[in-house]
């Protein structure tokens, strides 16, 4: 069987990074896809497709290099996880992608040229584990 996603977009915004109870990092982030298509009245639209993405890097510093419109390549798989909603208590679920491979596809922005310039190659292919850990014990 297959469970593979591969996707090329924007950064909707920072990348929210967490630490699980071991110290292990997690970076949660959305990127944006998008497609264009002429509609009946031959006009041009555009639909943009939002995902939700989970990383886990084995560098701590990329997950401060995930910024509000940069440009990723992510390679991973769909991954669904449950949980009870406190104040309903409703089951809810959502599907995330969890990141395998991230590759920056453009230099980091000017304002943070400085920052970076000694610690950021212009691209960046982190594979992380064959199969990410359990979700369960990040607060999201």
């Not at 939700?52 to 769909?78: A, H, M, Q, T």
Request: aromatic letters at 10%; charged letters at 25%; glycine letters at 6%.
């Amino acid at each position: 069987m297959l469970n593979k996603v591969q996707l090329i977009g924007n950064t909707g915004a920072d990348g929210q990074i967490k630490y699980t109870q071991t110290g292990k990092q997690v970076v949660s982030f959305s990127i944006a896809t998008s497609k264009s298509y002429m509609n009946a009245s031959n006009e041009k639209v555009e639909k943009v497709e939002w995902h939700n993405c989970v990383y886990w890097p084995k560098n701590d510093k990329i997950g401060s290099w995930i910024k509000k419109g940069r440009k990723l390549f992510v390679e991973g798989e769909l991954q669904t996880r449950s949980w009870e909603d406190k104040q309903s208590g409703q089951k809810r679920y959502t599907t995330e992608i969890i990141v395998h491979n991230l590759l920056f596809l453009d230099k980091a922005p000017v304002e943070e040229h400085n920052q970076y310039a000694q610690s950021e190659p212009p691209r960046i292919d982190d594979s992380t584990f064959d199969r990410a850990p359990d979700l369960s014990d990040i607060p999201f």
